[in-house]
Each structure stands twice: as structure tokens, then as C-alpha cells.
T-cell receptor, first 114, second 116 residues
Framework: AQSVTQPDIHITVSEGASLELRCNYSYGATPYLFWYVQSPGQGLQLLLK??????LVQGIKGFEAEFKRSQSSFNLRKPSVHWSDAAEYFCAVSGNFGNEKLTFGTGTRLTIIP | EAGVTQFPSHSVIEKGQTVTLRCDPISGHDNLYWYRRVMGKEIKFLLHFVKESKQDESGMPNNRFLAERTGGTYSTLKVQPAELEDSGVYFC??????????????FGPGTRLTVL
């Protein structure tokens, strides 16, 4: 069975500081990996995705993530956070054809302090 | 292009009542998914439609939940009778097709259900 672990429930960073949100997954085959963000009162928005190829993927809003197969990780990074990045972030995994359902982590809530 | 829409945005009902949630996917998207987030827990998969057929309903919690997608367009999720533990946010998502390029799921804003 596939699973996702986001070990940090809540992270607080200063505006302008760098950010790394951790995500570890468990899946028996090649995973499809995603990071979604949910701002207050909004739905889930896709930040970036990894299917294959280059293990460093670029997303929207200046985010990037690196797929590390040996560590079963897909950590999300941003070099300099903005106050508007305050939100909840979800890592998710899906499988191959016929198993497209997303399995989510519990989410990491990001607070930005001025 | 309109995104995924869900109705209502909030619903407050009493235990034992019936509630029907509606999802309108992005036009042309064959795949429609329902997910639920119970407070403090992760977002969990409920079921997956391909057009009007149920592809995977392994996440449906019990037979009090009934999902339909008549005509392969919008979908409804009915909870009857509702229990306290059904409270949470119900998300709908849609995607074009299961190929790599169409794998991205677009989410609606969710319906917050409160059962008193």
C-alpha cells in the first residue's frame, strides 16, 4: 500500500528566509509525486509534480522539489519565502495506470513571521 | 476555463439527516474523484469515476455513502443517514485521462460538512 509521511505538522519561518518541507513516501513501483498548497478558504492548488526524468522539478510561485529515490523523499524548497506563502502544504503520491488516486500526507502548516 | 465547482460550500445538518453534495468537474474531464478530510487528519480518497462508471470505490467508508455520476458530467455524493463522524471537508477533483500528461488532478474548493 502506498503512504506519505510529512513529519512536520507546523513550521514557522521569517519572511525572506529559506524553506524546506519534508516528504517521505512508500510505494512499490515508480511513484508519481505531487505537492499541493491550500490557502485559507481556497481549494488545493498544484505546485509541482514529478513523473520521470530530471529529479529536480520546478513549480509555480518559485517552489522546487527534488526526488531522491534512495531516500524515498520528495522535499519541497523555496529560497526566500513571502508572506503570501502562508498556507498548508500537502505532499501526495499516486501509482501507475489504474491507480491514479492520490494518497496524501497529513499536511504541513506554514506560518510566516515578518 | 471554469475550474471544478462544488455546491454547497458549507452544510450544517443534524445527525440522521440526509445531505447531497454536488461536484461539477472541468468540462471534458473524464476522471472525477472524491476525497474527504476529517479534522486533523489527512485527505483521504473516497472514489474515482471514469465517465459514468465507478473505477475505484475502495475508499468509501460504508453504505451510507452513495456517489453517482449520471451522464458522465457532474457527480453527487449523498450521505444518508449522516453521522457525527461524517463531518469534514469533502473535495472533488477532476483530470483529463490517466496518461502522464493528463494525470494532474484539479481540485474544487471543497464542501465543509458539519453534522451536529
Amino acid at each position: 500500500a502506498q503512504s506519505v509521511t510529512q513529519p512536520d505538522i507546523h513550521i514557522t519561518v521569517s519572511e525572506g528566509a529559506s524553506l524546506e518541507l519534508r516528504c517521505n513516501y512508500s510505494y512499490g513501483a515508480t511513484p508519481y509525486l505531487f505537492w499541493y498548497v491550500q490557502s485559507p478558504g481556497q481549494g488545493l492548488q498544484l505546485l509541482l509534480k514529478y513523473f520521470s526524468g530530471d529529479t529536480l522539478v520546478q513549480g509555480i510561485k518559485g517552489f522546487e522539489a527534488e526526488f531522491k529515490r534512495s531516500q524515498s523523499s520528495f522535499n519541497l524548497r523555496k529560497p526566500s519565502v513571502h508572506w503570501s506563502d502562508a498556507a498548508e502544504y500537502f505532499c501526495a503520491v499516486s501509482g501507475n495506470f489504474g491507480n491514479e488516486k492520490l494518497t496524501f500526507g497529513t499536511g504541513t502548516r506554514l506560518t510566516i513571521i515578518p | 476555463e471554469a475550474g471544478v465547482t462544488q455546491f454547497p460550500s458549507h452544510s450544517v445538518i443534524e445527525k440522521g439527516q440526509t445531505v447531497t453534495l454536488r461536484c461539477d468537474p472541468i468540462s471534458g474531464h473524464d476522471n472525477l474523484y472524491w476525497y474527504r478530510r476529517v479534522m486533523g487528519k489527512e485527505i483521504k480518497f473516497l472514489l474515482h469515476f471514469v465517465k459514468e462508471s465507478k473505477q475505484d470505490e475502495s475508499g468509501m467508508p460504508n453504505n451510507r455513502f452513495l456517489a453517482e455520476r449520471t451522464g458522465g458530467t457532474y457527480s453527487t455524493l449523498k450521505v444518508q443517514p449522516a453521522e457525527l463522524e461524517d463531518s469534514g471537508v469533502y473535495f472533488c477533483a477532476s483530470s483529463q485521462h490517466p496518461g502522464t500528461s493528463g494525470r494532474e488532478q484539479f481540485f474544487g474548493p471543497g464542501t465543509r460538512l458539519t453534522v451536529l
